[in-house]
């Protein structure tokens, strides 16, 4: 099957500053990328559909100015996540669409777990 | 409102019996579906897709899908205490999103 990557895979940080967590699809292009939060115990929760080249879609109940994402690529989606806070602690999880297959199946990345401080 | 929805257990079987899992949804033109695995503290593994009505085997793993009966659900057979986590019940109906259950824990006994 097809991989995604994600760095880091971990990453600890005070109050009030910002993390970025890159998402690369190794062996496809990936015009559509996820980015999902999973507390513990819980289910995943969709944040946004980020799209190559252009806005990406924000779920309802989630700060676009809070979590920031940049599809500059086919290959390469970031999420950053500015001035986190403790509540901001949870694993963030990718995922990229194989559009060259001929199943639009979502494929994801292996998760950053983040802990603010 | 599309929705799938997953029994969230937890489902307890022996090992060696035959787990079943069972997905619905709600969207009559849902095109593909997929079941992935999640391990506590993992993200979640693509094991099975399926597409077409009937019965699709790989290995232990048997995905069956009624599409007149909304309904997708994941047999496997032999089930082993590693088979132990959470499965998802993913429904792909066109557009740029992929809706996820919320998911069946599985515990395997030895």
């Known amino acids: 099957g097809a991989v995604v990557s994600q760095h880091p895979s971990r990453v600890i940080c005070k109050s009030g500053t910002s993390v970025k967590i890159e998402c690369r699809s190794l062996?496809?292009?990936?015009?559509?990328m996820f980015w999902y939060r999973q507390f513990p115990k819980q289910s995943l929760m969709l944040m946004a559909t980020?799209?190559?080249?252009?806005?990406?879609?924000?779920e309802q109940g989630v700060e676009k100015d809070k979590f920031l994402i940049n599809h500059a690529s086919l290959t390469l989606s970031t999420l950053t996540v500015t001035s986190a806070h403790p509540e901001d602690s949870s694993f963030y999880i990718c995922?990229?669409?194989?559009?060259?297959?001929?199943?639009?199946?979502?494929?994801f990345g292996p998760g950053t777990r983040l802990l603010v401080l | 409102q599309k929705e799938v929805e997953q029994n969230s257990g937890p489902l307890s079987v022996p090992e060696g019996a035959i787990a079943s899992l069972n997905c619905t949804y709600s969207?009559?033109?849902?095109?593909?579906f997929f079941w992935y695995r999640q391990y506590s503290g993992k993200s979640p593994e693509l094991i099975m897709s399926?597409?077409?009505?009937g019965d699709k085997e790989d290995g232990r793993f048997t995905a069956q899908l009624n599409k007149a009966s909304q309904y997708v659900s994941l047999l496997i057979r032999d089930s082993q205490p590693s088979d132990s986590a959470t499965y998802l019940c993913?429904?792909?109906?066109?557009?740029?999103?992929?809706?996820f259950g919320a998911g069946t824990r599985l515990f395997v006994k030895a």
């Open positions: 995922s990229a669409r194989d559009e060259g297959s001929a199943v639009e199946t979502q494929y």
């Open positions: 062996d496809f292009q990936a015009t559509t």
């Open positions: 980020s799209n190559e080249g252009s806005k990406a879609t924000y």
């Open positions: 969207d009559r033109v849902s095109q593909s």
């Open positions: 399926i597409y077409s009505n």
């Open positions: 993913a429904v792909y109906t066109g557009g740029f999103k992929t809706i």
